[in-house]
């Protein structure tokens, strides 16, 4: 009699402000296919689902032609991968205070949804794409539920408690990026 060959299931979390950034100012602007980038962190896991998180353009009141633009544009892109096979897109808000944009809500909503599945048996593994801190707790509780909790991230920029926290670590480097970068034909 062999033994049944059981397949562990991932979610992957990825903080769309940081993953921009980070390859704005490590990759020379690379431009990347998230479904590639899912595909990739979980090369030893099936993938459950992909979480993106991101805010829509800030937008005053009313708006001026370069903020419309700029709302247009991410409406196409957020509608482009949420019709990607088991995605799901989670906008927080972006405020104003004074000239500074602040994001809101980003790291509460990964934070519940991580713990969320977590603690629900539906996945043994949580891969993250983030550097931030405010995770914490919320790694600690997907541990605490017996999940693997590994994360990408770039040395440029990384909160260290969060690398303190989780099982794994791998680093976000030029050959990753080679491999997840938008085929130039679509």
């Known amino acids: 009699m062999g033994c049944a060959i059981l397949t562990v299931r991932s979610a992957v979390f990825i903080d769309g402000a940081y993953l921009i950034k980070l390859l704005e100012s490590d990759f020379s602007g690379a431009r990347i296919d998230l479904e590639k980038v899912s595909d990739q962190v979980c090369l030893d896991s099936e993938r459950f689902r992909t979480y993106y998180y991101d805010c829509m353009p800030y937008q005053s009141n009313p708006p001026t032609e370069e903020e419309r633009e700029r709302t247009s544009r ?14 799901q897109v989670k906008l927080g808000k972006l405020g104003k205070i004074g000239t500074e944009y602040v994001r809101k809500r980003i790291e509460v909503l990964m934070s519940v949804d ?8 539906n ?12 995770l914490v707790p919320a ?4 541990r605490d539920a017996g999940v693997l909790v590994k994360l990408w991230y770039t040395r440029s920029s990384i909160h260290y408690e969060l690398l303190d926290a989780v099982d794994e670590f791998h680093v976000i480097d030029q050959k990753l990026v080679n491999k997840i970068k938008l085929d130039p034909n679509s």
């Open 139 to 142: 790694v600690t509780a997907a």
């Open 123 to 134: 996945i043994g593994t949580i891969i993250i794409i983030s550097g931030d801190g405010d």
């Open 114 to 121: 991580i713990v969320q599945l977590s603690w629900s048996k």
């Open 74 to 87: 991410m409406n196409k892109f957020i509608a482009k991968i949420s019709n990607l096979p088991r995605f």
